[in-house]
């Protein structure tokens, strides 16, 4: 049985001062790739200059997409993906740099039959100097979600939350059968993790197999929350924020009846818009918030499909626009 192709779906904006560190870590990989497929969102550097000349010569196939006017990161990563030709596709930022055995790792832990598989990463600020957390423990994830994650579970942790970041994924091409279109409201990590674990299974990889750079330049960065900020979070405006959920939560729904979900998946995910519902039909006068809060506390919705009494505190703190 011949040994799986990969592609490498690379999106880009503005990359020059990273990228070509990331490349050079894809082609150091102990299992080569065989194609990177670039998707260059309305750069105005050199970005694309320098993905070509550091791949020449490498032996590996180099295809190169040009957006004007820019897509956006969602349609972007979508535009990348669709357009690889790989059994297996690997989500690439521009500004992080792999470990030599990353697609060697994902791939022994693909191997169980999962359709996409994630891992955990090493925080480095932009001169690759560790910083105190990795990734997952910058997103606070606790044990009982790690378990779920490394076991096969993670349906039901993301419906809490996501705990996927996308420039640590790899996953079976045939999924984009399942998750294209990817909609707008999602971010295209998570939105390919939670179809993914409906559809098949996802798995975690707990070793840091690539170098997260955080610098002032992500689109999208990790970054442990500090009290402050999470008691911003409590009393930020909750009226968009909730709106926002039922829309996601809505997507899922409808995405699922489509592919003719099990009754469980589905099942949960009606329960999960149903308390997403719950959350933004709540009254504007806080005090009036509290019996449907503390019910919803008691019946277990809230460590179900939300984070439980963080959420609940943020609903009945928050003012309502």
Not at 42 to 48: G, I, K, R, W
Not at 171 to 198: K, M, N, Q
Request: aromatic letters at 4%.
């Amino acid at each position: 049985m011949s040994a799986p192709t990969i592609s490498v779906a690379l999106c880009t904006h503005n990359g020059a001062s990273y990228v070509r560190e990331q490349v050079e870590s894809i082609l150091r990989q102990s299992r080569p790739v065989g194609e990177i497929v670039l998707s260059d969102d309305a750069s105005t550097d050199d970005t694309v200059a320098i993905v070509e000349e550091a791949v020449a010569g490498s032996g590996v196939d180099l295809v190169v997409l040009r957006n004007s006017p820019a897509l956006g990161v969602v349609a972007n990563f979508e535009q990348a993906t669709a357009a690889c030709t790989g059994d297996l596709i690997a989500l690439c930022d521009q500004d992080d740099v792999w470990r030599a055995d990353k697609l060697q790792e994902l791939l022994g832990v693909i191997a169980q039959g999962a359709l996409l598989v994630h891992s955990d990463a090493r925080l480095v600020d932009e001169n690759l100097v560790a910083l105190p957390d990795t990734l997952l423990d910058s997103l606070e994830a606790t044990p009982g979600e790690r378990r779920e994650l490394v076991d096969g579970r993670s349906f039901d942790t993301f419906l809490r939350r996501n705990l996927v970041t996308g420039a640590t994924v790899l996953f079976r091409a045939s999924l984009l059968e399942s998750a294209r279109p990817f909609p707008p409201s999602w971010i295209h990590d998570e939105w390919l993790a939670v179809i993914a674990a409906t559809v098949g299974s996802t798995r975690l990889s707990g070793l840091p197999l690539i170098d997260y750079r955080q610098h002032g330049g992500n689109q999208i960065g990790a970054q442990k929350p500090t009290l402050g900020y999470k008691i911003g979070k409590l009393l930020e405006a909750r009226s968009d924020r909730n709106a926002s959920l039922v829309a996601r939560a809505t997507v899922l729904v409808e995405r699922l009846e489509s592919l003719g979900a099990d009754a469980r998946h589905l099942d949960l995910a009606r329960r999960k818009l149903a308390h997403d519902t719950f959350r933004q039909k709540l009254p504007r006068v806080r005090v009036l918030r509290l019996p449907g809060i503390v019910g919803a506390v008691l019946a277990g919705r809230y460590s179900r499909f939300s984070r439980g009494i963080r959420d609940a505190a943020r609903d009945l703190l928050q003012p309502a626009d």
